[in-house]
């Protein structure tokens, strides 16, 4: 005969055993929290769309897969953003008909266009949660930092105008289109500096692009135009920074004004003169091509053909080929003006973020959304994101 204290030991046994194979019953088939769907919306120049990156590469990539690794999110995106897009304003129309590629400069669609565009992909705006935006270089023209002859205040003026009251115009459009969503604006870059390199063939470049802005300016030294250029870029880099930051401060200003959860906020990129164009550890995209062939580009124009290193500049020149194609009785002066175009659409990625330089967009964006992480209420759905995180 069993004695009570043996038979309590096995009922103790028995209702352990129990009691375990139940909870791993319950974990089997306890449902799995799901990811909630988080919009994001893309909206920009070539900088954010990311000129010359394959997808996975691209700035607003990067953010996309931290979002849905750290967050619990399922990032679903919608990118307007494309090279050579301006400002403009909102119902401004376009020239013609557009068949647009991301990677060909165009005008149009303007950031204002893309904002409607976004809203007739979309439909439900107030289910948008972040918008990444940049925009104001080619209102301001980036070629103007190429050329020697433009002076430092010249540029600094021009920042000042495009990058300051239409930004804020249109970083209002935003936050009202979009109720319920957060934004970042991000930074542009120094193009030149004093580590870009200064060998021949940058010498040539420099004179190429150099146009005296009246008949009488003396043409500076090799020197003197790498000292203007690199004045010019960082004035460009500091002023434009000086006024985003305004432009998002304002902002910001009138949605505390009205009650709004949402706010603004803006990315400097980090960008050290040893990450300019043609320096050591730059972080643009350059040319593929010997010093000799890129000599011989230059002093045959054009007939010489150079490629960028980017990632896509094969598929580009199938784009440019198609965008710029031989029209109907086309003449001499056009066919020399498609030419050109032609030979700038294949160089388009030159001076634009390369993958290390999208690592550095991504991490300034990245840095002001945990910002917006640590605020309670941040998404659209709290609850639902919580319930996700477990």
Known sequence: MKSASSSRFQITILAVIVFAFTAAIQAQTAPTATPRDFNLVVLGDSILWGQGLKTEHKSWHLVKNWLEENQHVRVRENVQAHAGAVIGSAGMAPPRALTLYGEINSAWPTLHDQVDDAVRAIGDTSQVDLVLVDGCINDVNARRF?????????????????????????????????????TVLTGYYPVISERTSRDLFMRALAKRFYAALSPEARRPSDKEMFERLTAMSNTWYETSNRALTTAVARTNEQLVARGSRQRVYFARIPFRPEHAFAARDSRLWGFDATTIRKMLALFT??????????????????????????????????????????MVCQLAAIAHPNRKGAVMYADAIKEQVQNLIITAGWLRNNTAAAAAAQ
Not at 164 to 179: C, K, N
Not at 308 to 319: F, I, K, L, P, Q
């Open 146 to 182: 190429l050329n020697a002859g433009n002076s430092s205040q010249i540029i600094e003026a021009l920042a000042r105008e495009k990058c300051g009251a239409p930004v804020e115009d249109l970083l209002q459009r935003i936050t009202t289109t979009f109720p319920n969503a957060h």
């Open 301 to 342: 124009l054009g007939k010489v053909s150079l490629q960028a290193n980017d990632e896509v500049s094969g598929r580009r020149w199938s784009m440019c080929e198609d965008f710029f194609r031989k029209q109907p009785d086309e003449t001499d002066a056009q066919k020399r003006a498609r030419k050109d175009n032609l």
